[in-house]
């Protein structure tokens, strides 16, 4: 990460990403990335502050992430870290995304438990007491399964069945199907997490290669509190390639595969060809060598194309750059090298 001289500075992104040194005497920090979430941050705001009065009451901080937005977000939240000093907001310079913006809230995360939630609130955060009740019990990670998703299009909710359907066959760790980001984390999960240096992050992906004691909480996803969704349909595949690719060479088996399936098609048709030439009145068409040359061609860029996914990933990560920008940080409470609101 990069962090100008108002915050704390780390350039190497190589390192670790955590940005700040851990608080024993904070039991919880709540991580929430934003991104033009104006219409819900009252709300919210007053949701997680009710149930952190429950579990940690005066030992809990709230990290918003401003990942760009162009609406009054940034306003909000700022307003919120003047009248709370529980309130940390981080202000990133442009828009990364959803998996950038998470990962950047949880390197300043300083509580020994760390709750991660979307602003939308279709992930009820009065699930949080039973997470913790789990962790007490030694869970090391505590992740919400959905049971039922309401208020989505039935093509989303069949295209995510879909997806995690088909990660589960493609990959060699355990993903949990039907779950988001939406989970709690003790500080040894999240160091392990912090120090993966990946520029493409599937954050759930992660948590669950890490392995340890990780356990689910069924519920009922609402639907979203007020805006639209920041997860359209272009954005829906992104993420699922970040995913399959990150966690999986089965679409480089899958070209080697297709390869090969082609060249015993080729192989089988120089005996037809070959049969034909000697034994019968062979026509030759214009038609049947164009068809397959086009399927031929077609299964080349397949397979050019899967290569180049990876290759393309692979040479974006060896420019080591930061994986985030910070613009600024807020806070009331006493951290050195940030900037105070009054």
């Not at 009451?57 to 162009?70: L, Q, R």
């Not at 890490?210 to 996803?221: K, T």
Request: with cysteine; aromatic share 12%.
């Amino acid at each position: 990460m990069f962090i100008p001289p108002t915050g704390r500075s780390n350039p190497d992104a190589a390192v670790p990403l955590r940005a700040v040194t851990p608080d024993p005497a904070l039991l919880l920090s709540v991580v929430v990335p934003c991104f033009n979430e104006e219409d819900v941050l009252a709300e919210l705001e007053r949701r997680v502050t009710a149930v952190c009065d429950r579990v940690a009451p005066g030992a809990y901080e709230i990290v918003f992430v401003d990942d760009g937005s162009t609406d009054r977000t940034a306003a909000l939240v700022a307003e919120m870290s003047a009248r709370n000093p529980a309130v940390v907001v981080v202000e990133l310079a442009r828009n990364y995304g959803h998996q950038i913006a998470l990962s950047a809230g949880l390197s300043f995360a300083r509580g020994q438990r760390v709750f991660v939630i979307d602003a939308d609130l279709q992930d009820p955060p009065e699930l949080l007491p039973d997470m913790m009740a789990k962790m007490d019990a030694g869970a090391n990670v505590v992740y919400g399964r959905r049971a039922e998703r309401c208020g989505e299009t039935a093509f989303k909710v069949q295209s995510a069945h879909f997806f995690y359907r088909l990660l589960d066959r493609l990959t060699e760790i355990k993903v949990p199907v039907d779950t988001g980001d939406f989970r709690l984390m003790d500080r040894k999960t999240l160091d392990v997490l912090l120090s993966m240096p990946e520029q493409y992050r599937f954050i759930r992906g992660m948590v669950a290669w890490i392995g340890m004691r990780q356990e689910e909480i069924p519920y009922e996803r609402a639907a979203r509190f007020a805006g639209e969704t920041k997860y359209p349909f272009r954005k829906m595949v992104v993420f699922a390639v970040d995913a399959i690719t990150g966690f999986s060479l089965a679409p480089l088996r899958l070209a080697f595969y297709l390869a090969l399936a082609f060249l015993f098609a080729a192989f089988g048709l120089m005996i037809y060809v070959l049969v034909g030439y000697f034994f019968f009145d062979a026509v030759r068409g214009w038609a049947s060598i164009l068809l397959l040359f086009l399927v031929f061609a077609s299964a080349q860029l397949i397979c050019i194309s899967i290569i180049g996914e990876y290759v393309g990933r692979t040479y974006m990560q060896t420019k080591n750059r930061p994986l985030f920008v910070v613009k600024e940080i807020l806070t009331r409470s006493a951290r050195p090298g940030e900037r105070k609101t009054e």
